[in-house]
């Protein structure tokens, strides 16, 4: 938690970063508490995104100048 947390504040303040998305197994409640903390959004849920066919939240960051 605190390295994601540590590369998204590098991230989100560099230059030219407007958008960060990434994907969130939709039963890790953690990381999903975690980005939501960060800012992150829930865009849209990817069916079967994973080998097991699991689902995957699609979330979203960006940066409102």
Known sequence: Q????ELFQRLK????VHH???EVDVSNENA????????FAI???RKKYYEQ???A???VWQHLA
């Open 57 to 59: 939240y699609l979330m």
């Open 13 to 16: 303040t560099g230059q030219g």
């Open 20 to 22: 960060i998305s990434l």
């Open 53 to 55: 066919k699991r689902d």
């Open 43 to 45: 865009a849209s849920v």
């Open 32 to 39: 999903c508490h975690l980005y939501k903390k960060l800012g």
């Open 2 to 5: 605190g390295i994601q947390t």
